[in-house]
């Protein structure tokens, strides 16, 4: 399947049917669920319609995938909030023009994972624990603080590291941390060992909300912002199909992430927010707030591109 992918993105040539230039968009993004539409996108000929030759790559997170366009390396990143928000109050121009994750605690791709026989039951049971996630304090993170502050125990006695998602119950199995949270399809890759489980959803702890989207750097949308436009309208398309097709879409989650099909067949899929809206991004900003991942909250109208697709009325 990873040959496939790869043949089709070749096979979109840098020239429209009526011999126009497409406009190149260098797209990075972790290898989750979330990513998806992307490459779908790509396959079905989407972003290519739309005069766009969207090249997509994978990256360790969706951090690094923010460095990536903050250091010209990419065009536009598939990150999550905390990422984008803590370089927004930290002055840094970058922006959401397209949403990604909308998670929902009722059907959550996250986890926080524990081993099978770890006697770790409630938020007490972590005080004075280790807490892994994907990146240092994320988002993922903050919400499972949230769980622990929430049944009994004090988020602030907890320690928490790094761990890639693929290393998840390597990690507890090597007593490296106490607990990890895992987006899928890493969620299941780690219960297929047999050697964990699931502690908790930590969102059922915060509620509704976006975790994810896709960013670019103010600077490079005002001077591609018909494009941008495009790529905005483009996603929408590809993630309105993705949402509502999840099956047909295993083959390629699988070839990007390294999961098997099976992994994927059978994980909790990301279903992505349909547009940008503050009601949405709102709950997520107001969480790192609470736990010092960001010195303030703020309107969530503030990361939000001009370029984005906006609801109908």
Request: glycine share 8%; net charge neutral.
């Amino acid at each position: 399947m990873k040959a496939l992918v790869c043949a089709l993105m070749l096979l979109l040539t840098a020239s429209t049917a009526n011999g126009q230039t497409l406009k190149v968009i260098r797209v990075v993004g972790p290898p989750n669920d979330g990513y998806k539409a992307v490459y779908y996108g790509v396959r079905a000929g989407i972003f290519r319609k739309y005069g766009l030759d969207v090249q997509p790559s994978i990256v360790a997170s969706g951090a690094a995938a923010a460095a990536a366009i903050s250091g010209g390396a990419a065009d536009v990143a598939y990150t999550n909030i905390l990422t984008l928000i803590q370089a927004h109050t930290h002055n840094v121009p970058m922006v959401f023009v397209a949403p990604g994750a909308m998670l929902f605690v009722a059907h959550s791709p996250t986890m926080t994972l524990v081993l099978r026989d770890s006697p770790i039951r409630t938020g007490r049971d972590m005080n004075g624990k280790t807490l892994g996630s994907s990146s240092l304090r994320d988002i993922n993170a903050a919400a499972t603080l949230a769980w622990i502050d929430k049944t009994g125990g004090d988020s602030k006695t907890v320690r928490v590291v790094e761990v890639p998602a693929s290393a998840g119950a390597a990690f507890l199995e090597e007593h490296r941390v106490d607990a990890v949270t895992l987006n899928e399809p890493a969620v299941s890759q780690a219960l297929a060992t047999g050697k964990v489980r699931v502690l908790v959803n930590p969102y059922e702890a915060v509620g509704n909300g976006e975790t994810a989207g896709f960013a670019a750097m103010v600077p490079y949308i005002e001077k591609n912002a018909d494009a941008m436009r495009r790529f905005a309208r483009a996603m929408h398309e590809a993630s309105v199909y993705t949402n509502t097709h999840l099956p047909q879409t295993v083959d390629l989650v699988a070839a990007y992430s390294g999961a098997t099909v099976d992994t994927v067949a059978h994980s909790v899929r990301f279903i992505d927010a349909e547009y940008l809206e503050p009601k949405n991004l709102q709950p997520m900003i107001d969480l790192c707030a609470r736990y010092g991942l960001i010195d303030r909250s703020f309107p969530a109208r503030e990361v939000i591109s001009t370029v984005a697709l906006r609801p109908p009325r």
